[in-house]
């Protein structure tokens, strides 16, 4: 009896030592415009999206509990056009913890005017979702695993310098054939501005790019990380990391990486340079007023101590 016990002690150990890739919190909400009285069917979308990205693995790499990705997925259901047949805005957030501290840093960011508003997907409760990359079942998993390895790949970029790349192929293939299977606005080459599911796989797949996704892994890796222990030479690493975004804008100021980029991290750049050298804040300030020339006046405070 010992011996069963033991064995199911190491087994519940190593199951819960090594889980999935992701820690998703999904939350359904529904829009001004959708009026019912049923609200089951959303309360399983919800339970049946966060088990579809948080039970699947998406990677050959072991996670420990702790070493699991935070994300936020927050869906509004914008109209019913039946009882299975939806359309859907959803906000995507992302973040990974930064060594030696409780802080955590925004990695993605699509919120607000950034928020994914072309989801269209027909769901039946309990309906099996299934996924294949190379042949897509439907627009709801499609979607989910889209952006899982969109968040998986940003975070690798973030701890090793271009460690995303193979899950950025698998969302633009993703993108790619959905795009032929479903169409919809979200997944077109062609929509101005520039700034939906396609366009983002192709901005972290593009040589054009590169030193944007470069610039990730300079940020934190070499700045955040390692801060706590020498602020300035971080703040030196951190605007290097700028040095490159500035690189990629000028290969291409409409890229979507960089607007969201910026989005993300523009609070957190403006606590990291209101202080150390002058002239590495007054570097750091003309390079973001010359990114996000809208927010000068907030990046201002970047030379004001």
Same mark, same amino acid.
């Given at each position: 009896m010992k011996k069963v016990l033991c064995s199911l002690l190491v087994l519940f150990s190593l199951i819960t030592s090594y889980g999935q890739e992701l820690n998703a919190n999904v939350v359904v909400n529904l829009g001004p415009r959708v009026q019912t009285s049923e609200r089951a069917v959303f309360r399983d979308m919800e339970?049946?999206?966060?088990?579809?990205l948080n039970t699947r693995?998406?990677? =050959? +790499? =072991?996670?420990?509990?702790?070493e699991r990705i935070d994300c936020n997925l927050v869906i509004t259901i914008e109209k019913m056009n039946s009882v299975s047949s939806f359309e859907a805005a959803v906000q995507i957030q992302s973040a990974r913890p930064i060594y030696n501290t409780n802080y955590e840093s925004i990695l993605l960011n699509m919120a607000q005017n950034y928020a994914d508003n072309n989801w269209n997907f027909d769901y039946v409760t309990s309906q099996p979702l299934e996924f294949n990359e190379n042949s897509l079942q439907n627009n709801i998993t499609a979607i989910l695993a889209y952006y899982a390895y969109i968040i998986i790949g940003i975070d690798y +970029?973030?701890?090793s310098k271009f460690g995303g790349t193979q899950y950025f192929e698998k969302a633009?293939?993703?993108?790619? =054939?959905?795009?032929?299977?479903?169409?919809? =606005? &979200?997944w077109k080459q062609f929509v101005s501005p520039p700034r939906n599911r396609y366009w983002l796989a192709e901005n972290l797949n593009s040589p054009q790019l590169q030193s944007a996704r470069e610039a990730m892994y300079d940020y934190?890796?070499? &700045?955040? +990380?390692?801060f706590d222990q020498s602020p300035d030479e971080s703040r030196k690493s951190i605007l290097d990391s700028l040095k490159k975004i500035r690189t990629?804008?000028?290969a291409n100021p409409n890229a979507y990486i960089i607007i969201l980029f910026l989005y993300a991290k523009s609070d957190e750049l403006i606590n990291i340079f209101s202080e150390g050298d002058l002239t590495v804040r007054r570097q750091a300030y003309e390079i973001l007023a010359q990114l996000q020339p809208t927010k000068t006046s907030d990046y201002q405070e970047i030379l004001s101590n």
């Amino acid at each position: 009896m010992k011996k069963v016990l033991c064995s199911l002690l190491v087994l519940f150990s190593l199951i819960t030592s090594y889980g999935q890739e992701l820690n998703a919190n999904v939350v359904v909400n529904l829009g001004p415009r959708v009026q019912t009285s049923e609200r089951a069917v959303f309360r399983d979308m919800e339970t049946a999206f966060s088990q579809f990205l948080n039970t699947r693995k998406w990677t =050959n +790499d =072991n996670f420990s509990i702790e070493e699991r990705i935070d994300c936020n997925l927050v869906i509004t259901i914008e109209k019913m056009n039946s009882v299975s047949s939806f359309e859907a805005a959803v906000q995507i957030q992302s973040a990974r913890p930064i060594y030696n501290t409780n802080y955590e840093s925004i990695l993605l960011n699509m919120a607000q005017n950034y928020a994914d508003n072309n989801w269209n997907f027909d769901y039946v409760t309990s309906q099996p979702l299934e996924f294949n990359e190379n042949s897509l079942q439907n627009n709801i998993t499609a979607i989910l695993a889209y952006y899982a390895y969109i968040i998986i790949g940003i975070d690798y +970029d973030s701890f090793s310098k271009f460690g995303g790349t193979q899950y950025f192929e698998k969302a633009r293939n993703i993108a790619n =054939n959905a795009d032929q299977q479903f169409g919809g =606005n &979200g997944w077109k080459q062609f929509v101005s501005p520039p700034r939906n599911r396609y366009w983002l796989a192709e901005n972290l797949n593009s040589p054009q790019l590169q030193s944007a996704r470069e610039a990730m892994y300079d940020y934190h890796r070499l &700045g955040l +990380d390692t801060f706590d222990q020498s602020p300035d030479e971080s703040r030196k690493s951190i605007l290097d990391s700028l040095k490159k975004i500035r690189t990629a804008f000028q290969a291409n100021p409409n890229a979507y990486i960089i607007i969201l980029f910026l989005y993300a991290k523009s609070d957190e750049l403006i606590n990291i340079f209101s202080e150390g050298d002058l002239t590495v804040r007054r570097q750091a300030y003309e390079i973001l007023a010359q990114l996000q020339p809208t927010k000068t006046s907030d990046y201002q405070e970047i030379l004001s101590n």
